[in-house]
């Protein structure tokens, strides 16, 4: 099995692929000004297992576009939106974020909890913007700065990681300068991380080993799990994910 597939395996079946909670999503919503009743067309952009998808879908009554390129991903979903009665508002779409089959100026929004660093966050909302109608709604969360000063051995790890890590008031600059209009913005609490992803993902860790016979592959992707958690444990204070929405502005 190779290592994609690995990590699929260990993730596919958890609630969610990444930080993040149902209460925050909906705090989102009630940022974005978006009201149940409007028709609203949403793409749910990696999407994972669903989390964000189900809680969009629900509270909207919104037809939401799930997309993301992993089909076992889409399978859970589709499994999770069956049981929640929301079939019929969730579409599973596989398909990478840097080709998107949408029309120009077809959604009302686009959703992104913790993905839009596959893309990088400039490029992202970038790309991603014309995708939107006039005073359509973005929302994303990501890798964020919480201090002015971080540990230097922090700030070496994100850099060589993720080098788009910045401030908040650093990605508000670029949503600015990239067409959008802030509405919003909240930093993840630690119960999203450590709660309601780091916490379930350890409680599979045997399982999946033992799936794999403890095979040195399989024993690098816990490794290396582990190890990122442990660093946030340490950093919590100096890191985390912010959540923006803006509206898209300036055409």
Not at 140 to 151: C, E, G, M
Not at 155 to 161: D, L, N, S, T
Not at 204 to 225: C, G, I, K, Q
Request: net charge negative; proline share 5%.
């Amino acid at each position: 099995m190779d290592d994609l597939a690995l990590v699929i395996d260990l993730h596919r079946d958890g609630a969610r692929q990444g930080p993040g909670g149902d209460e925050e999503t909906r705090l989102a919503i009630r940022l974005s000004g978006l009201k149940p009743g409007e028709n609203l067309r949403i793409a749910d952009l990696g999407c994972g297992t669903g989390a964000s998808a189900l809680v969009l879908a629900g509270a909207l009554d919104a037809r939401v576009i799930a997309v993301d390129r992993l089909p076992a991903f889409l399978e859970r979903l589709e499994r999770r939106a069956a049981e929640a009665g929301l079939s019929g508002g969730i579409e599973p779409l596989a398909a990478s974020m840097d080709a998107l089959p949408f029309d120009e100026g077809s959604l009302d929004a686009i959703w992104s909890e913790g993905a839009v660093y596959n893309l990088g966050f400039a490029s992202g909302v970038r790309a991603w913007r014309h995708f939107l109608k006039p005073g359509g709604v973005l929302a994303v969360s990501d890798l964020t700065w919480l201090t002015r000063q971080r540990p230097a051995e922090l700030e070496a790890h994100w850099r060589q990681e993720y080098p788009e890590v910045d401030t908040a008031a650093a990605r508000m600059a670029i949503l600015e300068d990239s067409g959008f209009s802030p509405l919003g913005y909240f930093a993840l609490p630690e119960a999203c991380w450590l709660d309601n992803y780091y916490r379930p993902l350890q409680a599979r860790f045997a399982a999946f080993l033992s799936r794999h016979d403890h095979s040195p592959a399989a024993r690098a992707l816990v490794a290396a799990e582990q190890a990122e958690i442990e660093l946030y444990e340490a950093n919590a204070a100096s890191f985390g994910y912010g959540y923006y929405v803006a509206r898209r502005s300036g055409d």
